[in-house]
């Protein structure tokens, strides 16, 4: 914690400039990077659609070019000669088109040729068409040898680029144009192609466009890169600073985003040897396939050198409005702080027992001195306090004394109440032993007045020899009876003129607590009680009463002096029908699996030789009487749950009480 008030003072003046200007700035910044960047991002898109218009007016020019020599007067009358003438003229036009192959095609060449491309299909079909296409080595060698040995490109091993299935890329890309050819009704085509492997000057002039003079002045130093599949085949991007990186290869990460899903490429991306801020978009060739890139980029160290040096700059701004602004804050503080410690030092010598101590500050009419004002009227009437405090202390020892006196009369009279409940629980044991002594004598004296009376029967006049005899027993039974039922009377008064009334459920169970606690206490039984709103139920509560106590003193036995007893008292709908539940649950061995069926017929006891197995048989027959119902489980943890639910009185139930 900060105890100096110093500290804290200097905390919250220093706080906004510390700590919320520099997060504000880091916020700021990361906005300004992210737009920045974001402006790269647009500028290279731009870049990449200037670089596309520039390959489309491509095709076009050689599109148009082409249409214009098939539809030129001239053909007509060169078809019209020899082949010799027709040769001729082709060179010719290749030359002054810039293209590296030219030829016209007729008949079978014509039938074979338009099958195997899509361009050629079009055209024969009288329409203009210039597609970029890849022909193979065997393609460009029938063309002409050289353009095989231009196309033929060593591949370069790359970094980040994907494995390699062949060390030669001899394939060409092609800018291929067809124009349909209209001659006496024989249709012709005139096929074209400008081959784009290693064609610098297609490349330098694209670079050109895209990237002027001045910006690469300007530090953008800018490439263009034509890729087939991802093998650079045209490119200004250097390996050396005279060696052009053809054969090098492109990154598996843009490789699959470009040509894997069509996708076109605006990030930074590492080109040969350097990061570049760069765009990547597919090239398709006339059947659909996407067979090759076409990339323009920019060097994205520059960008990053003058963002790391506006950061510095900022960075070095703050500093240096900290080391001008922090002295200024200690020296507006010190006129806070001098009357703030004299303050404390003042309430150390009140806390060291000195009530004359006050505050000797010059008169101010700011807050401090405000503060200090009011600390000196506050010392005044504490100092007058402290003397009528002393003066009551007099008064308050003698009420002391009679308080002490009418407190020692209050616990003479708790001890009187606690003889009492003791008193209490020892008549409850005497009543519990008493309900198991008259269920233990009732069945033998039965079988002695039967027998008795069964020896008069069958005797008849031969009994009269033993008549004093069989007199003296039935007198006896008639006392044992007796005896048994003063017995059951003080066991079960409500066996004698009680009948079923509307009982709180938990009032009961509280009672039945009080009684059975001479048990509990004895042992190391802890007693857990939960009671939530319920309904009253309609029974005889000493009914109710022996259920419980006998269920209580069950678990405390199978739990054999340890353990916790759960008990909870909640309302519960039963087939349709509200009214009380009561759990009591032990954490003892619970009941044998064998054994738990049987756990309420008569005389069914888990503990041979000590019970007579009706406790929980009668316990149930007075709960179904009472129209409720009585279960056991084993609980998945541990010990045994008994399950007590008793319905709610129906509105007739009360009518007819009342």
């Known amino acids: 914690m900060l105890k100096s008030v110093r500290l804290r003072l200097l905390i919250m003046a220093l706080l906004p400039l510390i700590v919320l200007m520099p997060l504000l700035m880091v916020v700021a910044m990361a906005r300004w990077n992210a737009d920045y960047d974001k402006i790269l991002i647009a500028k290279v898109e731009s870049d990449l659609r200037i670089a596309e218009q520039y390959l489309g007016h491509l095709q076009s020019n050689s599109a148009r070019a082409l249409q214009g020599i098939a539809q030129s007067a001239r053909i007509a009358g060169v078809l019209s000669s020899d082949s010799d003438a027709t040769e001729a003229f082709l060179s010719e036009s290749q030359e002054n088109l810039n293209l590296d192959f030219l030829h016209l095609l007729r008949g079978d ?110 530090g953008r130093q800018g490439t263009a890169t034509l890729f087939l599949s991802d093998t650079r085949v045209s490119t200004n991007v250097r390996l050396f600073e005279d060696v052009r990186a053809l054969g090098t290869r492109v990154s598996v990460a843009v490789r699959d985003a470009v040509l894997g899903e069509g996708r076109t490429w605006l990030d930074s991306a590492f ?26 980029g920019f060097l994205e160290a520059p960008y990053k050198n003058a963002k790391r040096a506006a950061y510095w700059t900022v960075v070095g701004a703050f500093v240096l409005v900290i080391a001008l602004t922090a002295p200024l804050f200690l020296w507006l503080a010190k006129g806070i702080f ?26 101010r009419g700011d ?42 009369i209050a616990n003479e009279k708790l001890e009187e109440t606690f003889r009492q409940l003791v008193m209490s629980e020892k008549l409850a044991s005497i009543g519990e032993i008493t309900a198991g002594v008259a269920h233990e004598i009732n069945n033998p004296v039965a079988v002695i007045q039967g027998n008795v009376d069964v020896m008069r029967m069958t005797l008849g006049e031969a009994a009269e020899p033993v008549r004093t005899e069989l007199d003296l027993i039935d007198n006896q039974v008639m006392r044992i009876g007796a005896i048994v039922g003063k017995l059951l009377q003080f066991a079960r008064p409500s066996e004698f003129g009680t009948f079923a009334e509307h009982v709180d459920v938990a009032a009961v169970v509280r009672d039945c607590l009080v009684l059975v606690d001479h048990v509990i206490s004895k042992q190391e039984v802890r007693v857990l009680t939960q009671f939530d709103d319920a309904p009253c139920v309609r029974i005889d509560p000493g009914e109710l009463q022996q259920v419980v106590i006998n269920i209580i003193i069950n678990a405390s036995q199978a739990m054999d002096g340890n353990g916790t007893l759960a008990i909870t008292v909640a309302g519960a709908e039963r087939d349709a029908q509200m009214g009380v539940a ?77």
């Open 109 to 218: 060449a014509l039938t074979e040729a338009k099958e195997k491309w899509p361009v050629i299909f079009e055209a024969a079909a009288g329409r203009m068409a210039s597609e970029i296409d890849i022909f193979s080595a065997d393609d460009l060698a029938a063309l002409s040898p050289a353009l095989a040995k231009q196309a033929r490109i060593e591949l370069i091993d790359t970094e980040a680029a994907a494995p390699a299935d062949h060390t030669v890329e001899d394939r060409g890309m092609v800018v291929h144009t067809a124009a349909p050819v209209r001659v006496n009704g024989e249709v012709s085509v005139l096929v074209g192609g400008l081959l784009l492997n290693r064609n610098l000057d297609f490349i330098d002039t694209l670079n050109e466009l895209v990237y002027l003079q001045g910006e690469s002045n300007a």
């Open 271 to 296: 080109v040969v040897n350097d990061w570049y801020i760069s765009g990547y978009m597919p090239i398709s060739d006339s059947f659909g396939k996407r067979v090759g890139m076409l990339y323009v």
């Open 338 to 363: 001098a009357p703030l410690e004299q303050m404390t030092r003042t309430m150390a010598r009140v806390e060291r027992g000195d009530l004359t101590a006050r505050n000797q500050t010059p008169s």
């Open 367 to 408: 807050e401090i001195g405000q503060v200090a004002n009011h600390l000196n009227t506050l010392l005044d009437q504490v100092q007058e306090r402290d003397r009528r405090l002393r003066n009551w202390a007099g008064e308050l020892n003698t009420r002391v004394e009679e308080r002490t006196k009418e407190l020692k």
């Open 582 to 658: 009561l759990r009591i649950a032990d954490t003892g061995p619970g009941i044998p699996a064998d054994r738990i069926d049987h756990i309420f017929d008569p005389f069914f006891t888990t503990k041979q030789g000590e019970g007579t197995g009706l406790g929980l048989s009668i316990s149930q027959t007075l709960i179904q009487r009472a129209g409720g119902r009585i279960t056991v489980r084993n609980r998945r943890a541990r010990g045994a749950e008994f399950l007590i639910w008793l319905p709610r009185p129906s509105d007739e139930d009360d009518t007819n009480q009342g």
